[in-house]
DNA sequence: AAGAATCAAGAGCAGTGCTCTCTTTTTGGT
DNA sequence: ACCAAAAAGAGAGCACTGCTCTTGATTCTT
């Protein structure tokens, strides 16, 4: 089964096994329930050991967590390519319902990512790059629809985008290299916190008993929000 | 100190200080530090003892989670009636900024009620009734506004609403004892989700580096919701 | 081939949730 | 007023956790 020439090689194979163990463990019991022991334990190996390829459990968990944002990351951007040709609005809806999609498949994922921080877990430097995939997907949904001139101008909502977010709005402009009408970039951000804040109440049970269809609730914010950028 | 008479009174104080050493403790490590035998040991018990009082760990955290919710609801109703007199759009932000405030002041409480569920946690029924208190405070004020007949129609909105989300907003609609088109409803249920996914991205650093003014962010995209419900 | 780096195992420490047993104290019924 | 029943607290103990340190075996480097 496993012929290990190189120590290389070695160390890369039971980093692997690790991970993927540790990844199984977290997608049953989630991150709370995550222990470095069982994972030993599932990969045949002594507790103290692991430790040779991990520094502690936080550090075990900021992998997954850079992980799990690649994961989400290359699934947004998937469903945005994939819709390309598609109109602005059901593109935005489409990518939204993969990142939908995903969050439901995988919870525990989700949750690590948006729900609570471990217990004195600061999010290192590593995972701002990563996070950032989902976000820029959005972005670069909207973006195309400026720059082909399709973007309809936000209906009277200007008022809404005060002086003092000015500062904030153009140094974001520059990092997401897109020049929109503050309104736009308002509009953006509340869509993408709206999407996610809908689908944290939806794993975490929030609307339980109040709501059954939640795919169609789901779409029908997301068009709002989508609409409400000016994408049609 | 304490002349603890009858029995009754003895363990009603014993549970306070029991509770509130709870919440100190939740305070600061959050709900995955907190610890029964330390909670214990900081009222001068033994580990073993306290088992007279909480049926477990996860009994006390769904104490924890009742409280917090009905102490949430309670200042999003205060809020709420707070701006009865204000302008409906004014009233719709005060309150959500009144959450925000308590997440902010509070954020492993928040974290509890919205964050990562505890393993092998199910919220259980006890939790329903408090956790609605904020929906519905939110509910009511665009059920005023539109009772009164202030409520601005929404802008080209409808279609926005698919037929298979009725059956869910009528039996919605008894339940929050609102008679309000979908579309209305559909905002309204953005504008809630919105605020909280907003709030969670703030507390979990999801906008680190590239928010600074998070209030006028989220006053900006509650008024932007607010104005979408046709509050003005 | 010798020395250095690496890896795995084992024992051990301090902490956790929870159970069971034992003793003391309070309560309520006769 | 007594006496059994109920309740409260303490202590020991089990199985688990993250993490450290030491010891022996293997592999790489020079």
Redesign the pocket.
């Known amino acids: 089964m496993d012929a290990p ?3 290389q090689q070695h ?1 890369e194979q ?1 980093t692997d096994e690790l991970m993927s163990a540790a990844r199984r463990q977290l997608a049953q019991a989630g991150a709370a329930g ?5 994972v030993a334990r599932e990969i ?6 692991v ?2 390829y991990v520094d ?3 550090d075990l968990l900021t992998r997954l967590i850079i992980e799990s944002y690649d994961s989400l990351g290359a699934a947004a951007e998937h469903a945005a390519s994939e819709h390309a040709d598609s109109g602005d609005l059901d593109r935005w809806s489409a990518t939204a319902a993969a990142i939908r999609r995903w969050s439901l498949d995988q919870p525990h994922d989700y949750l690590l990512l948006y729900g609570s921080p471990v217990p004195g877990y600061a999010a290192p430097q590593d995972t701002t790059t990563p996070g950032g995939r989902v976000p820029l997907a959005l972005v670069s949904i909207v973006r195309d629809a400026r720059t082909a001139g399709r973007l309809v101008p936000p209906v009277e909502a200007d008022r809404a985008a005060p002086a003092t977010l000015r500062v904030d709005f153009d140094r974001l402009a520059e990092v997401i290299d897109i020049e929109a009408a503050p309104a736009i970039m308002l509009a953006t951000i509340t869509g993408w916190t709206q999407m996610f804040g809908m689908i944290g109440f939806e794993l975490t049970n929030q609307t339980r008993g109040v709501i059954d269809d939640h795919a169609g609730l789901f779409d029908a914010t997301t068009r709002l929000t989508g609409w409400l950028i000016g994408l049609r």
Chains 1, 2 share one sequence.
């Open positions: 020439r190189t120590r160390r039971v995550l222990s470095l022991r069982s045949g190996m002594v507790s103290s050991a430790y040779r502690s459990r936080d």
